[in-house]
């Protein structure tokens, strides 16, 4: 059984500071990996993907990929209010067409 | 360029009843997705179409769903006869993967309430 884990939170932050989202998963022959958005009633927002290990950057957005350690994180910089949302990790596994989904971790940025 | 349309955006039918969701995907985008989200639960994955053929239809629940698209661009999604944990939202997504890269971008969803 394939899964991602996340926390689910919620993750409170201040404004300006680091938000910190971590995802864990389950199968090491895994290929790309994803962060979604989503705020309460909306549909996912695609945020970064990432394919390889390392360091991804987009603005105030850092995907992190280990897999060795099968890690996948989201820092997001300069957190804001409008950051406050809930964050997907998903995970498309390698020899197949499936992207799983964790259950996602909420954020909350406070003024 | 437009993104992912669905419509309904909401449907509240009776047990029993028929339903038929719709998508229409980016255009140009050959791969299209269903996922459906139960309150409290993970989105979870229901299909897969590459242009009009099914590539993994694992994640239907039952016999009771049946998806089509026909032509490879919009696709249906129908549920019959609907039970009450048929409820939930169901979202569709597109990606253009030809290129190697698997982004899905996703439609606003259907709400589905099953009485």
């Known amino acids: 059984q394939k899964e991602v884990e996340q926390n689910s939170g919620p993750l409170s932050v201040p404004e300006g500071a680091i938000a910190s989202l971590n995802c864990t998963y389950s199968?090491?022959?895994?290929?790309?990996f994803f962060w979604y958005r989503q705020y309460s009633g909306k549909s996912p927002e695609l945020i970064m993907s990432?394919?390889?290990?390392g360091d991804k950057e987009d603005g105030r957005f850092t995907a992190q990929l280990n897999k060795a350690s099968q890690y996948v994180s989201l820092l997001i910089r300069d957190s804001q209010p409008s950051d406050s949302a809930t964050y997907l990790c998903?995970?498309?596994?390698?020899?197949?067409?499936?992207?799983?989904f964790g259950a996602g971790t909420r954020l909350f940025v406070k003024a | 360029e437009a993104g992912v349309t669905q419509f309904p955006s909401h449907s509240v039918i009776e047990k029993g009843q028929t339903v038929t969701l719709r998508c229409d995907p980016i255009?140009?985008?050959?791969?299209l997705y269903w996922y459906r989200r139960v309150m409290g639960k993970e989105i979870k994955f229901l299909l897969h179409?590459?242009?009009?053929?099914?590539?993994?239809e694992s994640g239907m629940p039952n016999n009771r769903f049946l998806a089509e698209r026909t032509g490879g661009t919009y696709s249906t999604l129908k549920v019959q006869p609907a039970e009450l944990e048929d409820s939930g939202v169901y979202f569709c997504?597109?990606?253009?993967?030809?290129?190697?890269?698997?982004?899905?971008?996703f439609g606003p969803g259907t709400r589905l309430t099953v009485t």
């Open positions: 997504a597109s990606s253009q993967e030809w290129t190697g890269r698997y982004e899905q971008y």
């Open positions: 998903a995970v498309r596994y390698t020899g197949g067409f499936k992207t799983i």
């Open positions: 179409f590459v242009k009009e053929s099914k590539q993994d």
């Open positions: 199968d090491r022959v895994s290929q790309s």
């Open positions: 990432i394919y390889s290990n």
């Open positions: 255009s140009g985008h050959d791969n």
